[in-house]
């Protein structure tokens, strides 16, 4: 295992301010992108500033300001697997299933390389990604969690962000599911896990049990 931490760069896009992560090891020059949003030349200059070639890109789940970049980062490195939940892969291919046929226009992404189910690891650029299935803001929705040493990386999409949850008034949202997911998996992580959510700013598991509104002590949760 490197001696220096894993390397986490952030690169938002307009106009849902939606957070792509690079993920790397200090010393390599491959990495995961995961939810490339819809300013794919900010991603790929992020990129190229670092000297780092995607060798996985993994998706949280099908909604289009997660999946924008999928086609402009395959293109450029065809052979870089694309990697979702099973739940999720169709939204890939599906414009009103991803969201972009309500906004008003209809977008597609390449098609899965491979799906993910619960319970599995995901190897790539010398990471190992555990899935969890996280349905509620959207049935297919996986969170990825990497964990180092005695550190905890929850990369969570639209689950939980800090002070807030995702929508779930989507055709298969559900407040419940989400509620759910959150108390039975998210909040069993270590209190110092790292929340790295689909938009604005990190948090961490002990953070959001304490203070988050929707899911926290505030909305009755009891810390344990
Ligand atoms: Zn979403």
Redesign the pocket.
Known sequence: MSAQPVQFAKIVSMPFDENTFIIWRPGRNDCVVIDPGMQPSAIVAALAERQLSPSAILCT?G?V??IAGNGPLKAKWPACPLVIGKGDAHKLLDPMAN?SGLYGFDFTSPPADQVLAEGEVYEAAGLEFRVIDTPG??AG?VTFLLTEGDQTHCIS??VIFQGSV??TD?PDGDFEALREAIHSKIFRLPESTIIYP?HGPTTTVGAEKKGNPFVGAPAGYVVA
């Open positions: 789940h909604h300001d997660h969201l803001h959207s929705h999409g639209d995702g929508r989507f689909g």
